[in-house]
């Protein structure tokens, strides 16, 4: 298990979230992410919804992870929101050639709990993914009851938020076990 703190960009300040936290827990074939938000009381979470693939979830609160091996241009991004709706794509190179990626096994995305600050558990299946040891960039777009946006992630690359930047995937996933 590791735990990673997201940063702030620094043209997108919070107004009154105060950090942003992922525990990343590998699970098997997986993995197990808790995303968790410092003044989450100050945080917009959209209504629940089933549990569904769903676009445009980066327009409001949402957590993501950004894959990709080490060498390929191809990478892949994972979106997930507190109302539990999800979403999953591959992109051939940098913002190029994006669909939709068929998953054998949907993510299973729980709305957070108050008391620990979680905003999102989620369980990911990785089998679908290329083998072997992975690039990592964890990110997540908070909006705020009163409108702030700010954009949190591993690290940020120069000009305007860009989570797709491969500058930003600066962690390290281990192979699955047994892969």
């Not at 043209?11 to 074939?29: M, Q, S």
């Amino acid at each position: 298990m590791a735990t990673y703190g997201l940063v702030s960009h620094p043209d997108t300040p919070p107004a009154a979230v105060r950090g942003v936290t992922v525990e990343v827990r590998p699970d098997g074939g997986g993995l197990r992410l808790e995303f968790v938000v410092a003044g989450k009381d100050a945080v917009r979470i959209p209504d629940p919804t089933p549990a569904t693939r769903a676009d445009g979830l980066w327009k409001t609160t949402c957590c993501e992870l950004f894959l990709a091996a080490a060498g390929s241009d191809a990478y892949f991004e994972f979106n997930y929101a507190p109302s539990t709706q999800w979403a999953a794509y591959r992109f051939d190179s940098y913002r190029t050639g994006g669909c939709d990626l068929p998953l054998s096994i949907e993510p299973q995305v729980v709305r957070g709990t108050t008391p620990a600050n979680a905003l999102v558990t989620v369980d990911q299946d990785l089998s679908d993914l290329p083998a072997g040891q992975l690039q990592m960039n964890l990110s997540a777009v908070i909006e705020e009851t009163d409108g702030t946006k700010s954009y949190w992630a591993l690290a940020h690359a120069r000009g305007a938020p860009d989570f797709h930047n491969r500058d930003c995937f600066i962690a390290t996933l281990p192979a699955p076990t047994g892969a």
